[in-house]
C-alpha cells in the first residue's frame, strides 16, 4: 500500500476523531491490500486506486461507528467485507457478524479473519432469510444491502427487542423513507461526513414494531 495512502488513512481519522492503534491503522491498509490481491480473481469492488479506496471502504466504513449501540451487530450483504470488517479492526471489543450469502466473498472473509487475527468477527455462508440467531441482533447494518422496504422485510426476524436497523444511504433516502410506509419509524437520519469524500451519506436508523 503506496505511502500516501497511509497518510490519507491517518488523516481520515483524526477527522473522525476516531483514535485506534499504529497495528489498527496497519491492519486496516492490509486488508485493502488483501482485497486489491484477491480482486483479480474475486471482482471484489469496481474500485482499485488505493487512495480511493481508503476513502470510499474504509473512512466511509469508519464514519458510522460512533452510532453504532451496544450489543451483536450483524453486517448484512457484507460482500467484501464493508462495513463490517473495518468496524472490527477498529473495536476489537465488539463482536460482528459478517453475513453473505456469495461463497467466493465469504471465502475471502474467512481469509481475511484468519490473516488479520479477528477473533471478533463470525463470517455467515448464507441469506438473510434463511438466518437465525435469538435472542436477535441488537444493530443490523447494511452499506449497499438493499433498499429499506427490502432490507426492513428480510431483517426484521433476526432484529432484537428494541434492536435498530443501521442503513448507510445516499441521498436518495428520502425517497425510500417515504416508501416504507409504517413497515419501520425512523429514529435518527444523521448525515454522515466522511473525509475526502463529496458526495452526501446518510445513516438512516430505524425501529420496527413488533
Not at 471484489?44 to 451483536?72: C, K
Not at 466473498?105 to 437465525?132: P, Y
Request: net charge neutral; proline share 5%; with cysteine.
Amino acid at each position: 500500500m503506496p505511502d500516501d495512502a497511509q497518510a490519507l488513512l491517518g488523516r481520515g481519522l483524526e477527522q473522525l476523531q476516531l483514535r485506534i492503534s499504529a497495528k489498527q491503522q496497519a491492519d486496516l491498509l492490509a486488508y485493502l491490500n488483501l482485497i486489491l490481491r484477491w480482486n483479480k480473481a474475486y471482482n471484489l469492488t469496481a474500485i482499485r486506486d488505493p487512495g480511493a479506496m481508503v476513502t470510499r471502504h474504509l473512512l466511509d466504513s469508519l464514519a458510522v461507528a460512533e452510532f453504532l449501540p451496544t450489543g451483536r451487530v450483524l453486517d448484512v450483504g457484507t460482500g467484501a467485507g464493508l462495513p463490517g470488517v473495518p468496524l472490527a479492526i477498529a473495536l476489537p471489543e465488539r463482536q460482528f457478524f459478517l453475513l453473505d450469502g456469495n461463497g467466493k466473498k465469504t471465502r475471502f472473509l474467512f481469509h481475511v479473519k484468519t490473516q488479520l487475527g479477528l477473533n471478533n468477527i463470525e463470517v455467515l455462508e448464507t441469506r438473510i432469510e434463511d438466518h437465525q440467531m435469538s435472542p436477535g441482533y441488537s444493530a443490523i447494518i447494511s452499506r449497499a444491502y438493499a433498499n429499506l422496504e427490502t432490507m426492513v422485510r428480510s431483517c426484521r426476524h433476526v432484529l432484537a427487542p428494541g434492536g435498530r436497523l443501521l442503513a448507510m444511504k445516499a441521498a436518495g433516502v428520502h425517497d425510500e423513507l417515504q416508501q416504507l410506509g409504517d413497515q419501520g419509524s425512523l429514529v435518527t437520519l444523521s448525515k454522515i461526513t466522511v473525509p475526502g469524500l463529496p458526495e452526501t451519506r446518510y445513516l438512516a436508523e430505524l425501529a420496527l414494531p413488533r
